[in-house]
DNA sequence: TCAAATACTTAGGAGGACGTCC
DNA sequence: GGACGTCCTCCTAAGTATTTGA
């Protein structure tokens, strides 16, 4: 049975768009975004196992507990814990401090800047402590005055704001309760009707991508809301919301009847909706890591052959006869990827003109949605495209990977808007599955996915003034943190020998948070990729060598590795040694009295809103901090940005930030070698001319001056000339062939053959000069009015050269894998790049994009040079 | 108390835009 | 102006953390 796929318009006007049957939600039973079904206890008992002596004695002084063979280093468990830094040797997940350059080994240059860090941010604590209490009493005396002052946020007084507020008026005290406060300067509400009409322009920003809104809207002032400073709890986030909804994807274009699937050498032909599954696969087939996974072919297969069986099946292009798709081994996909390839190829080959009529028509069609009304204030809107259909390409070795994810249709959506606002109209025949008027939370638009039954959300932009308040306060709560820092690490220290067993994994595993910026680690589920956090270590995730080194290799978030050798607090290192004690083995939780949320209930002791999240945050910028409080001023801005990436590098490091190493960089590297040899072999030769010219130079300055460079063999030296004469033939060549074409473009006669040979003489006499001078040893002084003092000083110039691309190459290879830009967007406090930048003298474009600078406008705008985290 | 539901941040990769070099 | 490499933006998966409800 055939069955037309649905279509209907209506979202956005002159869109067509397909879904699948409105059937009750196409979801497979939800397992909720990451959460396990399973308790974590079931993980490591489930299995019959039994822990009897931990489990059952659970508070029962662990000194009192059966001694084990390594009782010995156990015993020591009640000598007084010194404290100790922590030891990271190899350049993995902490790599602070590290500097290739240095004669001082590589640990011991670790332990001391740790240690220096850690130091500082104890004694940093203490400072921050005293400070408040002063504060504290100030204000006491002088109560009356508080809501003169602005300075509620903690450690705000330090920020100095740069420009000169004309933001809302200030409002008083922060702390206040009052819901009815609206979290934004309340604008006029804007008229029901057409709500993009009603979203009002936002100050000093250029305005194209909104073509409907260019003519003359009065201008938005702009709200500077890190000014003000009545921000209300923050459990209501708007008054009134107004906005146009989603776009959804365009409907499924059928293959033209000239491209079929294959299967067993045969065309086939199928209904719409499970061709468009194997179209999704036949057009990524360029993305072997995916394509070529096992588990998602298998899980393709299976969604692809339910797909057929619901549609009628597939055919026999020719002979009509039915085929039984089975075995994923006989498709061939290759006919869909090369029209998809074809298609993709037609769309670059289009003419500067059609590309830029198209985007127009894309922009006119997305106007309406790119921008909301929040609190009367226009918001931009960040993923207002509900999600394609497509194969669901779940990281690492996700058990789900290759499944289908189905067309969203409208009856699975559901709208947050304000009360007062004209909900946008679903898709012609269609309807929304719920309208909600939850103003608790930023979401606009929301549904649930069909592959995990994740939700998925429609929130504003990154450069919206909510997500910018989110992540100022996330930062300040990083910055708060400094005052509990030295606390939190005594106290761990000290529970590492707590006698509750319960308490001594907690204290392990913030001491593992803290030093190693590990994740916290929630639980998951078994239809989810195998991947670990800090509470979810496995037995088989931690390797301990004695005397005190712990080795780290996990899969954590995305299933990047985490690969780490470690020394730790001898402490720790026995801690660890007892929960791996016997009977656990692979597959055991590590910590198995330990919960994410018993470690987080237990930090918000020390501070309100203190997760372990926080701590990444916190080490991640007090990292960037130290090291650019340390920097020096550098010759110029390129030179002070390779200092800052330096900085930036160790805290991706730390992070353990990683990319995939690009499939060039082996060949770019050697590109790099070559050049580099090429030029120290360029300096050889002019130190064999300076000999032309002055012989005895080789007594003045020493034979070693004049000797090859290391690495430089005769058979390189053959090798290269080779290759320079050969590039040198090709660039001569091209240039007469293009100067050809040229006479000939302008009918004009060409020139001859022979003119090509006579250019190409000098290559023969670059060749006679190169063996005469591997025969006779000598290299005769080049060029007009040579003297030695002209040698020199280009030997000079090369030197500046090769040192510039020695550098470049270093800095290639030590970021092949390290990703730079998941620190600066989410763990390094942008302000500290702002005051690198005035600190140095260094334009913002430097290290922030465009995007940035939208998102970190309130850093921007908000702290002078003498700004600290 | 626990699992499920919910809402948000953090993450790497794909692909297009942009800049540089020849 | 085309080839090539790098940077930037978009996309959406995969985490964390809190809330809800049985």
């Known amino acids: 049975m055939d069955r037309e796929v649905p279509t209907y318009n209506g979202v956005a006007p002159g869109i067509s768009m397909a879904m699948g049957p409105v059937t009750d939600m196409d979801i497979d039973k939800p397992t909720t975004n990451g959460h396990a079904a399973g308790s974590k206890r079931k993980a490591s008992l489930g299995k019959g196992k039994s822990y009897k002596d931990d489990s059952d004695d659970d508070d029962v002084p ?85 809501d003169d002052d602005d300075d509620d946020v903690p450690l705000k007084k330090k920020a100095k704001p740069a420009a000169k507020t004309n933001g809302t008026k200030k409002v008083k ?116 890591h995916n394509v070529e996974n096992p588990t998602f072919q298998k899980n393709f297969m299976e969604d692809f052959r339910e797909a057929l069986k619901q549609n009628g099946g597939a055919k026999d292009k020719k002979s009509g006869d039915k085929v039984d798709i089975k075995h994923f081994d006989k498709l061939d996909f290759q006919h869909i990827f090369n029209h998809v390839d074809a298609e993709r190829q037609a769309k670059k080959a289009l003419s500067a003109a059609e590309k830029k009529q198209k985007k127009a028509e894309k922009d006119a069609l997305e106007a309406p949605f790119l921008y909301c009304s929040w609190d009367g204030r226009k918001q931009k809107v960040g993923n207002f495209r509900v999600e394609p259909p497509g194969l669901f390409r779940g990281r690492g070795e996700h058990p789900k990977t290759g499944k289908w994810k189905k067309r969203v249709s409208p009856e699975q959506i559901t709208i947050n808007i304000g009360k007062e606002a004209m909900v946008p109209a679903p898709p012609a025949g269609h309807k929304w599955k719920e309208i909600k008027n939850d103003n608790e939370g930023t979401w606009l638009v929301m549904w649930q996915e069909n592959v995990n039954g994740n939700y998925k959300y429609v929130m504003l932009a990154a450069n919206s003034d909510v997500k910018g308040q989110s992540d100022f306060k996330k930062f300040e709560k990083a910055r708060e943190l400094k005052k509990h820092i030295d606390k939190i690490r005594k106290d761990y220290h000290r529970e590492l020998k707590s006698d509750v067993m319960a308490e001594r994994q907690r204290a392990t595993a913030v001491y593992l948070i803290d030093q190693f910026a590990l994740r916290a680690g929630n639980e998951k589920g078994d239809d989810e990729a195998d991947t670990v956090g800090c509470c979810s270590l496995k037995f088989e995730h931690i390797t301990l060598r004695k005397p005190d080194t712990v080795i780290f290799d996990f899969l954590g978030k995305d299933s990047i590795r985490f690969y780490s050798e470690v020394k730790v607090d001898p402490q720790v290192f026995k801690n660890l040694k007892i929960f791996k004690r016997d009977p656990k083995q692979d597959g055991d939780d590590i910590f198995d009295r330990l919960t994410t949320s018993a470690l987080n209930k237990h930090l918000s002791n020390y501070m309100p809103g203190l997760t372990a999240k926080v701590f990444r945050t916190y080490n991640a910028s007090f990292t960037m901090a130290t090291l650019l409080k340390e920097m020096k001023k550098a010759p110029n801005a390129a030179e002070q940005m390779k200092d800052y990436n330096d900085a930036n590098r160790k805290v991706a490091i730390l992070c353990n930030h990683k990319r995939t190493v690009g499939a060039g960089h082996a060949t770019q590297m050697e590109k790099m070698d070559t050049k580099i040899d090429g030029m120290r072999y360029q300096q050889w030769r002019l130190k064999q001319m300076m000999l032309d010219l002055d012989d005895k130079l080789k007594k003045k300055r020493g034979a070693a001056f004049f000797e090859l460079p290391e690495g430089i063999t005769q058979d390189w030296i053959k090798e290269h000339q080779a290759s320079l004469t050969e590039a040198e033939k090709v660039k001569i060549t091209k240039k007469f062939e293009k100067e050809n074409e040229k006479l000939e473009a302008e009918d004009q006669k060409a020139m001859k053959p022979k003119e090509l040979e006579s250019r190409l003489e000098v290559i023969k006499e670059l060749e006679s000069k190169f063996k005469k001078e591997n025969k006779t040893g000598k290299i005769e002084a080049e060029g007009k009015g040579a003297t030695v003092e002209r040698f020199e000083s280009q030997i000079e110039k090369l030197e500046q050269r090769i040192a510039v691309a020695r550098v470049q190459s270093e800095d290639r290879e030590n970021n092949k894998e390290v990703a730079l830009s998941t620190s600066k967007i989410n763990y390094i406090d942008p302000r500290l790049t702002v005051v690198f930048c005035k600190k140095f003298g260094v334009p913002i474009e430097k290290p922030f994009s465009k995007t940035m600078r939208e998102k970190f406008d309130w850093a921007i705008k908000s702290v002078d040079e003498d700004w600290e985290f």
Not at 125 to 146: F, G, T
Not at 230 to 238: C, E, F, H, L
């Open 62 to 146: 662990l000194t009192k507990r059966r001694k084990t063979a390594d009782s010995d280093s156990d015993s020591e468990d009640d000598k007084p814990l010194v404290k100790k830094v922590i030891k990271p040797v190899e350049a993995t997940a902490h790599q602070i401090g590290e500097d290739s350059d240095d004669e001082v080994p590589l640990g011991v240059k670790l332990q001391e800047t740790k240690a220096k860090i850690e130091k500082a941010a104890e004694k940093e604590a203490v400072k921050l402590r005293k400070e408040d209490k002063v504060a504290e009493s100030k204000k006491k005396s002088k109560k009356k005055s508080s």
């Open 173 to 288: 005290k922060e702390d206040s309760d009052d819901d009815d406060v609206p979290l934004v300067k309340k604008a006029p509400a804007a008229k029901k009707g057409k709500a993009e009409a009603a979203i009002p322009k936002k100050k000093g920003k250029k305005d194209a991508e909104s073509p409907g809104n260019e003519d003359a809207e009065p201008e938005e002032e702009e709200y500077r809301w890190w000014e003000d400073t009545a921000k209300g709890d923050g459990t209501k986030k708007w008054s009134t919301l107004e906005h146009n909804g989603v776009i959804f994807p365009p409907e499924y274009e059928p293959l033209p009847a000239s491209v079929s699937l294959f299967y067993d050498g045969k065309p086939v032909k199928m209904h719409a909706v499970p061709e468009e599954i194997a179209h999704a696969f036949g057009a990524m087939l360029n993305s072997t």
